[in-house]
């Protein structure tokens, strides 16, 4: 196990004084991970104060004491999107961060039906919040992200593919709750890539690209089996690299035969992508991302009137 795996992420905006679990809470400094509480002593008002005040966004746990605090997180949810001494802001990074954290469970046993209600769960509250918060993609880039790109990602693909759907199309909740899931798991099948592949950071061969992309069709293949995922959620695995021309990968669809949660998936996956640091580069800015992609979509990339639409929902969502 890496070391950054063994370390997972808390928005202090979610550790309420005299409130939380009883776990070890660490804090990061140059690269260590120093106590910062111990499990007997409370969090008091004074070490959200203090945290306030030298701009600490967060604290970390142990990866072995996350179960306890997924459990408490995941339960009191509902409760924390809705009070209203939180600003915008902190909700996003709470929601965000502890739906990272389910997805890292979710990616270790998609199998489990535990894991699938959790992310049901989750998938609800990330609805709701961006059904009803006019800058809700301000917080987005605010999710701590370290290691955790794949994780991170996921959830910006869903928050952003639930916020596209909900705009534009009259979903059923059943069907809203898939696009969300599907969208949290669309990279699932990266899993089955070496390491080496996945963290290299030079250009990669056409062999080892060749194996990225089988990514599309061995998280689909896992996750049919798996026997739990509709085809909203199947189709979005399946489908999110597809081409409008038909250049994409695995099947090489085209147009509208690409199922729309695929072609909802693939604009939202490579927004995701730009917005983010990499290895190579540094996150591109709101605005440029658009403009990178606006080249993309005259190229054939993506279906150009559903492009324009997804333009001015984040126009209009974003502050930043
Ligand atoms: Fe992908
Ligand atoms: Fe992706």
């Known amino acids: ?22 776990v070890a809470l660490f804090l990061k400094t140059s690269g260590n991970y120093v106590l910062y509480k111990d499990p007997d002593r409370m969090f008091t008002l004074a070490d959200f104060s203090r945290l306030e005040r030298t701009y600490t966004e967060f604290l970390y746990v142990r990866s072995g004491d996350m179960e306890v605090l997924n459990d408490f997180m995941e339960s009191t949810m509902a409760e924390m999107l809705a009070r209203n001494d939180l600003s915008s802001i902190a909700k996003g990074r709470i929601l965000y961060q502890t739906s ?19 992310c049901r769960n989750l998938v609800q509250n990330i609805l709701q919040y961006v059904a009803s918060d006019p800058h809700v993609l301000d917080s987005l880039k605010t999710v ?19 916020l596209i759907h ?22 699932y099948g990266m899993t089955f890539i070496t ?29 049919k089996h798996c026997g739990n995922y509709g085809e909203i959620v199947l189709n979005i695995v ?6 409008y021309d038909g250049n994409g990968y695995p099947t090489g669809l085209k147009g509208d035969n690409i199922p729309r949660s695929g072609q909802v998936a693939a604009i939202c996956d490579v927004y995701s992508a730009l917005i983010m640091d ?43």
């Open 144 to 162: 701590v992200d370290n290691n955790f790109y794949i994780f991170t990602h996921s959830v910006q693909v869903a928050a952003l593919s639930l």
């Open 195 to 223: 390491n080496e592949v996945l963290e290299k950071n030079d250009a990669l061969s056409d062999i080892e690209y060749w194996k990225v992309k089988q990514h599309t069709r061995e998280g689909y293949d896992y996750l």
């Open 100 to 118: 990272v954290n389910c997805v890292i469970d979710m990616f270790e046993s998609p199998e489990t039906t535990a894991n699938l209600l959790r």
């Open 238 to 243: 399946r489908y999110h690299h597809e081409r």
């Open 278 to 320: 990499r290895p190579q580069r540094k996150a591109n800015t709101h605005a440029d991302a658009i403009k990178i992609m606006l080249d993309e979509a005259k190229s054939g990339a993506f279906n150009i009137e559903l492009f324009n639409k997804f333009v001015d929902i984040i126009n209009e969502t974003s502050t930043t």
């Open 1 to 22: 196990m890496s070391r950054e795996r063994y370390w997972r992420a808390i928005s202090i905006d979610s550790i309420t004084p005299e409130y939380f679990p009883s």
């Open 166 to 187: 909900e705009r534009l199309f009259e979903l059923a909740p059943d069907e809203m709750i898939d696009v969300g899931i599907g969208s949290l798991l669309h990279d």
